[in-house]
């Protein structure tokens, strides 16, 4: 069994708790997750089951949806209601017509920098660490792009927010952000992922609903296959000989196909369609003799050689 499980994450948990619950339930498989959730947060976590495993990387691309609520007047030194409030301030004078105001202000190619309490990792140690620790550390912005930002509704000082993100955006630094664009500082009260790529929130199972379709032997319908979790990456089909020689990982000649796809990662089928590996392709100045000579590299070998 192999592919990946949509799972809805409790609050509470954390996305290694998942996992380790559903190692147990699935009983010796090789169980991963992309796309950490903390644990406040709510909703789509993609678990990778047997060689999905093997994939991560090749997920992590994949675009989010989120149902963030940002509270104003309040700032938090982890930017999200698990904090300590830094400070407060009065939001009386804030209307829905400012905050649509500035909302454009963080659409499109935005620069960030990474909140001390996460995960990412200056010289080898974890911001977090050094948060706890109480020091701060420098660190350099990143860019990232949010596709979409609505306000959907305004309750007080709580303002509903629909997020559309590419890898690597902190809703809560965005938060945090806005409340800082309005004079009032903000933090991020509540977030909900509602889709990862192909996965919506909708078809989520629960850590329960996926352990008793395991028992009842269902749960491989529910698992994304590797093919289409991978849509994304360019596929190229390949006869029965240089499929026989990718199932060992060699590498093959690709032909005029490489010269559309130079240094890209790819998708590598036999002639029935079937996944075999991921490759990338060789590169060189178009017309040259290593152009004509060059072959797919094999990335990762996704079926038993046999």
């Known amino acids: 069994m192999e592919g990946i499980l949509n799972v809805n994450k409790p609050a509470g948990w954390t996305s290694h708790d998942v996992v380790a619950k559903l190692r147990g339930i699935l009983r010796g498989c090789k169980v991963g997750h992309a796309g950490t959730l903390d644990p406040a947060a709510t909703g789509v976590l993609p678990i990778l089951v047997g060689r999905a495993t093997r994939v991560a990387e090749y997920l992590m691309d994949w675009d989010k949806d989120y149902a963030a609520v940002l509270r104003l007047g309040d700032e938090t030194d982890t930017q999200d209601a698990t904090g300590t409030i830094l400070a407060s301030r009065p939001v009386e004078g804030i209307t829905e017509e400012k905050i649509r105001a500035v909302l454009p202000r963080f659409l499109g190619r935005i620069s960030q920098t990474p909140p001390m309490y996460s995960a990412v990792k200056i010289q080898g140690v974890p911001l977090y660490k050094a948060a706890r620790a109480g020091r701060t ?156 000579e060059a072959k797919v590299k094999i990335l990762k070998v996704l079926v038993d050689p046999a």
Do not use: N, W
Not at 227 to 247: N, Q, S, Y
């Open 137 to 292: 550390v420098a660190r350099q912005p990143r860019e990232v792009i949010v596709h979409a930002l609505e306000m959907r509704d305004v309750s007080g000082r709580d303002v509903s927010l629909f997020v559309r993100c590419s890898k690597g955006t902190y809703v809560r630094t965005l938060c945090a952000d806005i409340g800082a664009a309005l004079g009032v500082g903000g933090h991020l009260l509540a977030l909900e992922r509602r889709r990862v790529g192909p996965l919506s929130l909708e078809q989520a199972l629960t850590i329960e609903e996926a352990g008793s379709k395991f028992l009842a032997g269902r749960l491989a319908d529910d698992l994304l296959s590797l093919d289409a979790a991978l849509a994304h990456l360019p596929a190229v089909t390949l006869d029965e000989a240089a499929a026989g020689r990718v199932r060992h990982g060699t590498p093959v000649p690709i032909g005029p196909v490489r010269m559309e796809l130079p240094g890209q990662p790819v998708r590598l089928k036999d002639p029935s369609g079937r996944l075999l590996a991921l490759g990338r392709v060789g590169e060189g100045p178009a017309g040259s003799a290593e152009a004509a």
